[in-house]
Protein backbone atom coordinates (compact mmCIF):
# COMPACT_ATOMS: atom_id res chain seq x y z
CA UNK A 1 0.00 0.00 0.00
CA UNK A 2 1.52 3.39 -0.66
CA UNK A 3 2.56 5.05 2.68
CA UNK A 4 -0.27 7.99 1.71
CA UNK A 5 -2.97 5.63 1.50
CA UNK A 6 -2.12 4.23 5.11
CA UNK A 7 -1.65 7.80 6.50
CA UNK A 8 -4.51 8.40 4.97
CA UNK A 9 -6.16 5.07 6.27
CA UNK A 10 -4.41 5.82 9.88
CA UNK A 11 -5.23 9.11 10.42
CA UNK A 12 -9.41 8.52 9.51
CA UNK A 13 -10.08 10.14 13.12
CA UNK A 14 -8.19 13.46 12.11
CA UNK A 15 -9.30 13.47 8.44
CA UNK A 16 -12.52 12.42 8.96
CA UNK A 17 -13.07 15.38 11.61
CA UNK A 18 -11.71 18.04 9.71
CA UNK A 19 -13.29 16.67 6.53
CA UNK A 20 -16.72 16.40 8.40
CA UNK A 21 -16.69 19.78 9.47
CA UNK A 22 -15.41 21.46 6.38
CA UNK A 23 -18.41 19.43 4.49
CA UNK A 24 -21.19 21.24 7.30
CA UNK A 25 -19.47 24.41 6.83
CA UNK A 26 -19.92 24.63 3.09
CA UNK A 27 -23.33 23.31 3.37
CA UNK A 28 -24.33 25.24 6.28
CA UNK A 29 -25.37 28.70 3.93
CA UNK A 30 -24.13 27.47 0.68
CA UNK A 31 -26.37 27.25 -2.24
CA UNK A 32 -25.92 24.95 -5.13
CA UNK A 33 -24.25 26.23 -8.25
CA UNK A 34 -24.21 24.61 -11.84
CA UNK A 35 -21.07 25.04 -13.84
CA UNK A 36 -19.65 24.55 -16.78
CA UNK A 37 -16.44 22.78 -16.80
CA UNK A 38 -13.85 23.63 -19.31
CA UNK A 39 -12.60 20.54 -21.47
CA UNK A 40 -8.92 20.08 -20.30
CA UNK A 41 -6.18 18.81 -21.36
CA UNK A 42 -4.38 16.78 -18.38
CA UNK A 43 -2.34 18.65 -16.32
CA UNK A 44 1.53 17.84 -16.14
CA UNK A 45 2.53 18.06 -12.29
CA UNK A 46 6.00 18.66 -11.73
CA UNK A 47 8.11 16.04 -10.79
CA UNK A 48 9.20 17.72 -7.31
CA UNK A 49 5.71 17.03 -6.12
CA UNK A 50 6.60 12.92 -6.15
CA UNK A 51 9.80 13.33 -4.54
CA UNK A 52 9.59 16.14 -2.42
CA UNK A 53 12.19 14.62 0.04
CA UNK A 54 14.74 13.16 -2.33
CA UNK A 55 17.77 15.80 -3.25
CA UNK A 56 20.73 13.72 -4.11
CA UNK A 57 21.41 9.88 -4.79
CA UNK A 58 22.09 7.85 -1.66
CA UNK A 59 25.37 6.64 -2.99
CA UNK A 60 26.42 10.33 -3.31
CA UNK A 61 25.89 10.92 0.51
CA UNK A 62 26.21 7.78 1.76
CA UNK A 63 29.18 5.19 0.12
CA UNK A 64 29.42 3.37 3.06
CA UNK A 65 25.76 2.45 3.18
CA UNK A 66 24.29 -0.86 1.22
CA UNK A 67 21.94 1.16 -1.09
CA UNK A 68 19.37 -1.21 -1.62
CA UNK A 69 18.22 -0.86 1.49
CA UNK A 70 18.24 3.50 2.31
CA UNK A 71 16.85 4.23 5.47
CA UNK A 72 13.46 5.98 5.22
CA UNK A 73 14.00 8.56 8.21
CA UNK A 74 17.47 9.33 8.48
CA UNK A 75 19.78 11.61 6.50
CA UNK A 76 23.41 10.95 6.89
CA UNK A 77 25.34 13.80 6.70
CA UNK A 78 28.88 13.83 5.30
CA UNK A 79 30.44 16.83 7.17
CA UNK A 80 29.14 18.36 10.51
CA UNK A 81 26.77 20.99 8.16
CA UNK A 82 23.64 19.25 6.84
CA UNK A 83 23.82 19.61 2.94
CA UNK A 84 21.81 16.96 1.31
CA UNK A 85 18.25 14.89 2.18
CA UNK A 86 18.39 11.02 1.77
CA UNK A 87 16.90 8.25 0.75
CA UNK A 88 13.84 6.81 0.29
CA UNK A 89 11.75 7.52 -3.63
CA UNK A 90 8.00 8.00 -2.05
CA UNK A 91 5.18 6.01 -3.97
CA UNK A 92 4.03 8.82 -6.54
CA UNK A 93 0.50 10.36 -4.45
CA UNK A 94 -2.61 10.93 -6.18
CA UNK A 95 -1.49 14.59 -6.80
CA UNK A 96 1.02 12.67 -9.33
CA UNK A 97 -1.67 11.11 -11.36
CA UNK A 98 -2.62 14.20 -14.00
CA UNK A 99 -6.65 12.76 -14.44
CA UNK A 100 -7.32 13.20 -10.84
CA UNK A 101 -6.16 16.61 -10.50
CA UNK A 102 -8.98 17.58 -12.74
CA UNK A 103 -12.19 18.31 -10.76
CA UNK A 104 -14.89 15.71 -9.99
CA UNK A 105 -17.09 16.61 -12.55
CA UNK A 106 -14.52 16.38 -15.40
CA UNK A 107 -13.87 12.98 -14.03
CA UNK A 108 -17.26 11.62 -15.33
CA UNK A 109 -17.77 9.83 -18.41
CA UNK A 110 -19.48 12.14 -20.68
CA UNK A 111 -22.74 10.60 -22.72
CA UNK A 112 -23.37 13.04 -25.38
CA UNK A 113 -22.66 16.63 -25.42
CA UNK A 114 -24.55 19.17 -26.69
CA UNK A 115 -23.12 20.55 -30.04
CA UNK A 116 -22.57 24.09 -28.17
CA UNK A 117 -21.19 21.57 -25.59
CA UNK A 118 -19.01 20.84 -28.57
CA UNK A 119 -18.57 23.94 -30.33
CA UNK A 120 -16.99 25.99 -26.97
CA UNK A 121 -15.24 22.89 -25.76
CA UNK A 122 -17.55 22.40 -22.52
CA UNK A 123 -18.88 19.33 -20.63
CA UNK A 124 -22.18 19.34 -19.46
CA UNK A 125 -22.48 20.95 -15.93
CA UNK A 126 -22.81 19.23 -12.26
CA UNK A 127 -24.24 21.22 -9.48
CA UNK A 128 -21.34 21.82 -7.06
CA UNK A 129 -22.47 23.37 -3.08
CA UNK A 130 -20.55 26.46 -2.82
CA UNK A 131 -20.28 29.42 0.07
CA UNK A 132 -19.35 32.50 0.30
CA UNK A 133 -16.22 33.11 2.32
CA UNK A 134 -17.54 35.64 4.81
CA UNK A 135 -17.15 36.58 8.08
CA UNK A 136 -19.28 34.09 9.47
CA UNK A 137 -17.71 31.23 7.40
CA UNK A 138 -14.46 32.45 8.67
CA UNK A 139 -15.13 32.19 12.44
CA UNK A 140 -16.84 28.27 11.67
CA UNK A 141 -13.65 27.73 10.29
CA UNK A 142 -11.66 29.36 13.54
CA UNK A 143 -13.74 27.07 15.75
CA UNK A 144 -12.98 23.40 13.65
CA UNK A 145 -9.68 24.39 13.39
CA UNK A 146 -9.41 25.15 16.63
CA UNK A 147 -11.39 22.04 17.79
CA UNK A 148 -8.69 19.86 15.94
CA UNK A 149 -5.97 20.59 17.94
CA UNK A 150 -4.16 23.22 15.90
CA UNK A 151 -4.35 25.87 18.67
CA UNK A 152 -5.94 29.04 18.60
CA UNK A 153 -2.91 31.26 17.19
CA UNK A 154 -2.46 28.68 14.59
CA UNK A 155 -6.13 28.35 13.59
CA UNK A 156 -6.46 31.78 13.71
CA UNK A 157 -3.66 32.53 11.37
CA UNK A 158 -4.24 29.49 8.94
CA UNK A 159 -8.17 31.35 8.62
CA UNK A 160 -6.95 34.42 8.09
CA UNK A 161 -4.24 32.91 5.09
CA UNK A 162 -7.25 31.51 3.51
CA UNK A 163 -9.23 34.46 3.68
CA UNK A 164 -6.57 36.39 2.04
CA UNK A 165 -7.65 37.16 -1.76
CA UNK A 166 -10.86 34.72 -1.41
CA UNK A 167 -12.83 36.78 1.14
CA UNK A 168 -16.65 37.51 -0.39
CA UNK A 169 -15.85 34.94 -3.15
CA UNK A 170 -17.66 31.48 -3.31
CA UNK A 171 -15.69 28.32 -2.32
CA UNK A 172 -16.86 24.85 -2.81
CA UNK A 173 -15.92 22.39 -0.39
CA UNK A 174 -13.74 20.76 -2.53
CA UNK A 175 -11.27 23.78 -3.00
CA UNK A 176 -11.20 24.97 0.76
CA UNK A 177 -10.17 21.39 1.83
CA UNK A 178 -7.55 22.21 -1.09
CA UNK A 179 -6.66 25.55 0.24
CA UNK A 180 -6.36 24.33 3.56
CA UNK A 181 -4.29 21.59 2.95
CA UNK A 182 -1.72 24.10 0.76
CA UNK A 183 -1.75 26.25 4.21
CA UNK A 184 -0.81 22.68 6.43
CA UNK A 185 1.44 21.66 3.93
CA UNK A 186 3.05 25.10 3.33
CA UNK A 187 3.41 25.31 7.56
CA UNK A 188 4.61 21.76 7.52
CA UNK A 189 7.46 22.00 4.75
CA UNK A 190 10.01 23.91 7.14
CA UNK A 191 9.87 21.19 9.69
CA UNK A 192 9.81 18.26 8.01
CA UNK A 193 13.49 16.87 8.35
CA UNK A 194 15.07 13.19 8.19
CA UNK A 195 17.02 12.94 11.66
CA UNK A 196 20.69 13.88 10.60
CA UNK A 197 23.42 11.82 11.33
CA UNK A 198 26.94 13.23 11.27
CA UNK A 199 30.24 11.05 10.21
CA UNK A 200 31.24 10.89 14.52
CA UNK A 201 30.75 7.20 15.70
CA UNK A 202 29.46 6.20 18.01
CA UNK A 203 26.49 8.52 16.88
CA UNK A 204 24.60 9.31 20.41
CA UNK A 205 21.15 9.71 20.08
CA UNK A 206 19.38 10.68 23.47
CA UNK A 207 15.37 10.22 23.77
CA UNK A 208 13.81 12.13 25.82
CA UNK A 209 9.66 12.46 26.89
CA UNK A 210 6.97 11.87 29.09
CA UNK A 211 6.23 8.64 30.30
CA UNK A 212 4.32 6.24 28.00
CA UNK A 213 4.67 8.67 25.18
CA UNK A 214 6.56 5.94 22.94
CA UNK A 215 10.06 6.35 23.57
CA UNK A 216 10.49 2.37 23.96
CA UNK A 217 8.67 2.07 21.02
CA UNK A 218 10.40 4.31 18.70
CA UNK A 219 14.01 3.46 19.95
CA UNK A 220 13.28 -0.27 18.82
CA UNK A 221 11.80 1.27 15.29
CA UNK A 222 14.66 3.30 14.61
CA UNK A 223 17.45 0.56 15.92
CA UNK A 224 15.55 -1.92 13.49
CA UNK A 225 15.85 0.52 10.16
CA UNK A 226 19.26 1.62 11.24
CA UNK A 227 20.14 -2.22 11.40
CA UNK A 228 18.56 -3.04 7.87
CA UNK A 229 20.39 0.26 6.50
CA UNK A 230 23.69 -1.78 7.62
CA UNK A 231 24.53 0.10 10.63
CA UNK A 232 25.71 -1.13 14.30
CA UNK A 233 23.49 -0.01 16.96
CA UNK A 234 23.72 -0.14 20.54
CA UNK A 235 20.71 0.71 22.97
CA UNK A 236 21.11 2.10 26.45
CA UNK A 237 18.30 1.44 29.14
CA UNK A 238 18.75 4.35 31.48
CA UNK A 239 15.33 4.23 32.75
CA UNK A 240 17.10 2.49 35.46
CA UNK A 241 14.15 3.25 38.15
CA UNK A 242 11.94 1.21 36.37
CA UNK A 243 12.76 -2.40 35.99
CA UNK A 244 9.45 -2.96 33.62
CA UNK A 245 10.63 -0.02 31.32
CA UNK A 246 14.14 -2.07 31.07
CA UNK A 247 12.34 -5.46 30.01
CA UNK A 248 10.28 -3.83 27.67
CA UNK A 249 13.28 -1.74 25.72
CA UNK A 250 15.14 -6.08 26.25
CA UNK A 251 12.02 -6.85 24.13
CA UNK A 252 12.22 -4.14 21.29
CA UNK A 253 16.39 -5.17 21.37
CA UNK A 254 15.91 -8.36 20.55
CA UNK A 255 13.19 -7.42 17.97
CA UNK A 256 15.50 -5.23 15.99
CA UNK A 257 18.51 -7.63 16.87
CA UNK A 258 20.56 -5.25 18.52
CA UNK A 259 21.92 -5.05 22.07
CA UNK A 260 20.53 -3.23 25.30
CA UNK A 261 22.99 -2.46 27.94
CA UNK A 262 21.44 -2.54 31.61
CA UNK A 263 22.19 -1.48 35.06
CA UNK A 264 20.94 -2.67 38.32
CA UNK A 265 17.60 -0.98 39.30
CA UNK A 266 18.21 2.56 41.09
CA UNK A 267 21.42 2.60 39.46
CA UNK A 268 23.06 5.98 38.47
CA UNK A 269 21.34 6.40 34.97
CA UNK A 270 24.64 8.53 33.61
CA UNK A 271 26.99 6.02 34.50
CA UNK A 272 25.23 3.51 32.87
CA UNK A 273 25.71 6.09 29.81
CA UNK A 274 29.25 6.38 30.61
CA UNK A 275 29.88 2.39 30.33
CA UNK A 276 27.36 2.22 27.10
CA UNK A 277 29.21 4.72 25.42
CA UNK A 278 32.97 3.04 26.31
CA UNK A 279 31.04 -0.51 25.44
CA UNK A 280 29.65 1.63 21.70
CA UNK A 281 33.75 2.66 21.20
CA UNK A 282 34.82 -0.23 21.99
CA UNK A 283 32.20 -2.56 19.78
CA UNK A 284 33.17 0.34 17.20
CA UNK A 285 28.98 0.91 17.11
CA UNK A 286 27.79 3.16 14.20
CA UNK A 287 24.92 4.59 16.97
CA UNK A 288 24.26 4.76 20.54
CA UNK A 289 20.34 5.34 21.20
CA UNK A 290 20.00 6.03 25.06
CA UNK A 291 16.87 6.43 26.34
CA UNK A 292 15.91 7.90 29.45
CA UNK A 293 13.29 8.54 32.43
CA UNK A 294 10.40 10.79 31.64
CA UNK A 295 9.34 11.57 35.38
CA UNK A 296 8.45 14.91 34.94
CA UNK A 297 6.88 15.21 38.89
CA UNK A 298 10.17 15.86 40.08
CA UNK A 299 11.36 18.50 36.83
CA UNK A 300 14.87 19.28 38.72
CA UNK A 301 15.91 15.78 40.09
CA UNK A 302 15.19 15.00 36.37
CA UNK A 303 16.73 18.09 34.85
CA UNK A 304 20.23 16.77 36.83
CA UNK A 305 20.01 13.70 35.51
CA UNK A 306 20.15 14.24 32.00
CA UNK A 307 22.42 16.93 32.60
CA UNK A 308 24.47 14.75 33.97
CA UNK A 309 24.47 12.35 31.55
CA UNK A 310 25.18 14.57 28.83
CA UNK A 311 28.14 15.86 30.90
CA UNK A 312 29.69 12.29 31.01
CA UNK A 313 29.18 11.33 27.69
CA UNK A 314 30.68 14.38 26.64
CA UNK A 315 34.15 13.31 28.55
CA UNK A 316 33.84 10.19 25.42
CA UNK A 317 32.97 12.93 23.28
CA UNK A 318 32.67 16.87 23.65
CA UNK A 319 30.00 16.79 20.24
CA UNK A 320 27.56 14.46 21.86
CA UNK A 321 25.10 13.77 22.15
CA UNK A 322 24.61 14.49 18.47
CA UNK A 323 20.73 14.16 18.39
CA UNK A 324 18.38 14.61 20.86
CA UNK A 325 14.96 13.30 20.34
CA UNK A 326 11.50 14.65 21.89
CA UNK A 327 9.34 11.65 21.61
CA UNK A 328 5.68 12.66 21.80
CA UNK A 329 2.24 11.34 21.89
CA UNK A 330 -0.07 12.90 19.23
CA UNK A 331 -3.34 11.29 21.13
CA UNK A 332 -2.28 13.74 24.32
CA UNK A 333 -3.24 17.56 21.63
CA UNK A 334 -2.63 20.59 23.16
CA UNK A 335 -0.81 18.84 25.95
CA UNK A 336 2.57 17.70 23.49
CA UNK A 337 2.98 21.93 23.61
CA UNK A 338 3.68 22.30 26.98
CA UNK A 339 5.75 19.27 26.92
CA UNK A 340 7.75 20.57 24.35
CA UNK A 341 8.39 23.91 26.37
CA UNK A 342 9.54 21.59 29.23
CA UNK A 343 11.95 19.36 27.42
CA UNK A 344 13.33 22.20 26.15
CA UNK A 345 14.54 23.72 29.48
CA UNK A 346 15.86 19.97 30.44
CA UNK A 347 17.27 19.66 27.51
CA UNK A 348 18.87 20.60 24.29
CA UNK A 349 15.75 18.91 22.19
CA UNK A 350 17.40 19.11 18.46
CA UNK A 351 14.34 17.34 16.55
CA UNK A 352 10.47 15.48 17.64
CA UNK A 353 8.89 12.27 17.27
CA UNK A 354 5.18 12.10 17.01
CA UNK A 355 4.46 8.98 18.37
CA UNK A 356 0.50 7.41 17.66
CA UNK A 357 -0.64 9.25 15.14
CA UNK A 358 -3.02 6.37 14.23
CA UNK A 359 -6.32 6.70 15.39
CA UNK A 360 -6.09 9.89 16.56
CA UNK A 361 -7.98 13.01 16.32
CA UNK A 362 -5.86 15.08 17.25
CA UNK A 363 -3.30 15.48 14.67
CA UNK A 364 -3.64 19.04 14.07
CA UNK A 365 -1.43 19.68 16.93
CA UNK A 366 1.49 18.65 14.71
CA UNK A 367 0.35 21.86 13.26
CA UNK A 368 0.10 24.16 16.14
CA UNK A 369 4.33 22.48 17.07
CA UNK A 370 5.53 23.02 13.78
CA UNK A 371 4.11 26.81 13.89
CA UNK A 372 5.18 27.56 17.34
CA UNK A 373 8.62 25.67 17.89
CA UNK A 374 9.74 24.94 14.07
CA UNK A 375 11.85 22.07 15.81
CA UNK A 376 12.43 19.63 13.35
CA UNK A 377 9.81 16.57 12.70
CA UNK A 378 12.35 13.60 12.21
CA UNK A 379 9.25 10.66 11.64
CA UNK A 380 5.97 9.99 12.85
CA UNK A 381 4.97 6.81 14.24
CA UNK A 382 1.46 4.96 12.75
CA UNK A 383 1.30 2.15 15.05
CA UNK A 384 2.91 -0.58 17.54
CA UNK A 385 4.37 -2.68 14.83
CA UNK A 386 8.59 -2.46 14.15
CA UNK A 387 7.63 -0.93 10.82
CA UNK A 388 5.19 1.60 12.09
CA UNK A 389 7.66 4.42 12.08
CA UNK A 390 7.78 6.98 8.82
CA UNK A 391 9.48 9.86 7.88
CA UNK A 392 7.20 12.97 8.01
CA UNK A 393 5.86 14.21 4.74
CA UNK A 394 4.68 17.21 4.91
CA UNK A 395 2.17 17.04 1.58
CA UNK A 396 1.04 13.69 2.32
CA UNK A 397 0.21 14.79 6.17
CA UNK A 398 -1.60 17.85 4.96
CA UNK A 399 -3.57 15.75 2.37
CA UNK A 400 -4.46 13.02 4.75
CA UNK A 401 -5.25 15.37 7.78
CA UNK A 402 -7.58 17.73 5.40
CA UNK A 403 -9.07 15.34 3.43
CA UNK A 404 -7.80 17.05 0.32
CA UNK A 405 -7.71 14.93 -2.69
CA UNK A 406 -4.68 16.27 -4.33
CA UNK A 407 -1.96 18.91 -3.38
N1 LIG B 1 -0.99 3.05 18.21
C1 LIG B 1 0.28 3.34 18.52
N2 LIG B 1 0.76 2.99 19.71
C2 LIG B 1 2.04 3.31 20.00
C3 LIG B 1 2.87 4.01 19.09
N3 LIG B 1 4.08 4.19 19.68
C4 LIG B 1 3.99 3.62 20.91
N4 LIG B 1 2.76 3.08 21.11
C5 LIG B 1 2.24 2.39 22.30
O1 LIG B 1 2.29 3.27 23.40
C6 LIG B 1 2.52 2.58 24.61
C7 LIG B 1 3.70 3.23 25.36
O2 LIG B 1 4.84 3.09 24.55
P1 LIG B 1 6.31 2.97 25.16
O3 LIG B 1 7.23 2.88 24.02
O4 LIG B 1 6.36 1.91 26.20
O5 LIG B 1 6.44 4.37 25.85
P2 LIG B 1 7.60 4.93 26.78
O6 LIG B 1 7.68 6.38 26.56
O7 LIG B 1 8.84 4.15 26.60
O8 LIG B 1 6.98 4.65 28.19
P3 LIG B 1 7.71 4.21 29.53
O9 LIG B 1 8.33 2.87 29.25
O10 LIG B 1 6.59 4.15 30.50
O11 LIG B 1 8.71 5.27 29.82
C8 LIG B 1 2.79 1.15 24.21
O12 LIG B 1 1.61 0.41 24.42
C9 LIG B 1 3.10 1.22 22.72
O13 LIG B 1 2.72 0.06 22.03
C10 LIG B 1 2.30 4.40 17.81
O14 LIG B 1 2.91 5.04 16.94
N5 LIG B 1 1.00 4.04 17.58
Known sequence: MAFFSKLKDRLFKSSSRLEEGLDAIVEDG????????????PEVVDEPNVAPQVEAPVDEVAPEAPVAAPDPVVREETSPAPESIPAKEPEPTPASKPAESVPEPAAKPVERQSLLGRLTGRKPAKPVVKRELDDDMLEQLEELLIASDMGVDTALRVSANI???????KVSTQEIKQILADEVARIMETVAKPLPLYPQTPQVVLVVGVNGSGKTTTIGK??????EAGKSVVIAAGDTFRAAAVEQ???WGDRAGVPVLTAPEGSDPASLAFDAMTKAQEMGADLLMIDTAGRLQNRQDLMEELAKIVRVIRKKDESAPHNTLLVLDATTGQNALSQVETFQKLADVS??????????????????????????IHAIGVGEKIDDLAPFDPKDFAQALTGSDSL
Open 30 to 41: GEEVVEAVEETT
Open 163 to 169: AEGRFGK
Open 249 to 251: LQV
Open 222 to 227: LASQFK
Open 351 to 376: GLVMTKLDGTAKGGVLVALADKFGLP
